[in-house]
C-alpha cells in the first residue's frame, strides 16, 4: 500500500513538473515558431551535428537567449573558442536562469542543461573548461538567439 502511494506521488510530482516546463507557452505555440532542428534540440533532447550551427563560430560581443521563451541565458564575455564543435561558455551570469540535471541517456553520466523557465533542453555542462571556472556549458546553437549588444 505505502507502495502504490509513493508511485502515485511520484506521477503527481512528474506530470505537475511537466505542466510547469510549458506554462510560458502551448505546445502548438512552440511548434509554430520553431525550426526543426530547434524542435528537436530543445523539445526532444537532441543534439546538433558538430561544426553545423550558427553560433559555435560566432564571437561579438552580444547576449545569448533562449530560443524558445527569450530567457537570458549565456553572455558573449563567457564564450570561448573550445574546438567542439558547439557554442561553450565557462559560465553565465544567469544562472538563476539555468538548471542542471542528471542525464544517463546513451550510456553516459552528463549534467544536462535545461533553461529553467520553459523546460527546453540546451545541452550538457562538463568539468573540461578554462579556468576560472573549470567548466564547459556545451550548447547547442539551435537552443540560442543571439542578439548582439549594439542591437534595441
Ligand atoms: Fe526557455
Known sequence: MRLWITVIMVIATAINVKAQESKTMSESEIRSKLTPMQLFVTQEKGTERPFTGEYWN????????CVVCDAELFESDTKYDSSCGWPSFFDSKFKDNISE??????????????????????GHVFN???????????????SLKFKPFNEK
Open 58 to 65: 560566432l564571437f561579438e560581443r552580444g547576449k545569448y537567449h
Open 101 to 122: 540535471k542528471p542525464d544517463y541517456s546513451h550510456n553516459m553520466i552528463r549534467t544536462e542543461v535545461v533553461c529553467k523557465n520553459c523546460g527546453a533542453h540546451l
Open 128 to 142: 573540461d573548461g578554462p579556468q576560472p571556472t573549470g567548466i564547459r556549458y556545451c550548447i547547442n546553437s539551435a
